[in-house]
């Protein structure tokens, strides 16, 4: 079955410092989808990443960065240098390929509620 | 272009009323998920769509609830004789339909309290 775990509950830093979220999978299929999604205190979740199952390239976008190991099954992020506006509950998901080989629903974990402190 | 957008943001209602609520999706976009989210969890899968066509239903999906798609635009989510446990974040989220890498887009959600 599948399945999304995120271990960390809630991680309380001090600005600047660099934070890692972890995230670790399960999945029977060979092609599948793995996301990062932000949901700030507003609620909306805001679309960070998607990574393919094929492509296990680590991918940086400005202070954001994340390592995808499929050896271990996992999706981690890394802010590095955080600031308060970083504060939010990060979200991990995973999709397989439904009937028509497109991109299903999504199964989410429950989330690191991430808190910067100035 | 504008991003998804759903109504009412927050509805209060008593058990056993019918509610019922609204999701516009991002202009062009065919697929639409609903998913339900509640205090300290994340959000879980209802049921979508593909154009007008309802193509996976979840075990959540109780027949209390009932979702459509007319014409393939907007969507909306009705739940019958509500009862407090459906107090919950409904969330709506729509992506296009453009081979196997299709990201889900959310609108802010509508808040359900049922007293």
């Known amino acids: 079955a599948q399945k999304v775990t995120q271990a960390q509950t809630e991680i309380s830093v001090v600005e600047k410092e660099d934070v890692t979220l972890d995230c670790v999978y399960e999945?029977?299929?060979?092609?599948?989808?793995l996301f990062w999604y932000k949901q700030p205190p507003s609620g909306e979740l805001v679309f960070l990443i998607r990574r393919n199952s094929f492509d296990e390239q680590n991918e940086i976008s400005g202070r954001y960065s994340w390592n995808f190991q499929k050896s271990t099954s996992s999706f981690n992020f890394t802010i590095t240098a955080s600031q308060v506006v970083d504060s939010a509950v990060y979200f991990c998901a995973l999709s397989e390929r439904d009937y028509g080989g497109s991109q299903g629903n999504l199964i989410f974990g429950k989330g690191t509620k991430l808190s910067v402190k100035p | 272009d504008t991003g998804v957008s759903q109504d009412p943001r927050h509805k209060i209602t008593k058990r056993g009323q019918n509610v019922t609520f609204r999701c516009d999706p991002i202009s062009e976009h065919n697929r639409l998920y609903w998913y339900r989210q509640t205090l300290g969890q994340g959000p879980e899968f209802l049921t979508y769509f593909q154009n007008e066509a309802q193509l996976e239903k979840s075990r959540l999906l109780s027949d209390r609830f009932s979702a459509e798609r007319p014409k393939g635009s907007f969507s909306t989510l009705e739940i019958q004789r509500t009862e407090q446990g459906d107090s919950a974040m409904y969330l709506c989220?729509?992506?296009?339909?453009?081979?196997?890498?299709?990201?889900?887009?959310f609108g802010p959600g509508t808040r359900l309290t049922v007293l």
């Open positions: 999945t029977r299929d060979t092609t599948y989808y």
């Open positions: 989220a729509s992506s296009a339909l453009a081979g196997a890498a299709d990201t889900q887009y």
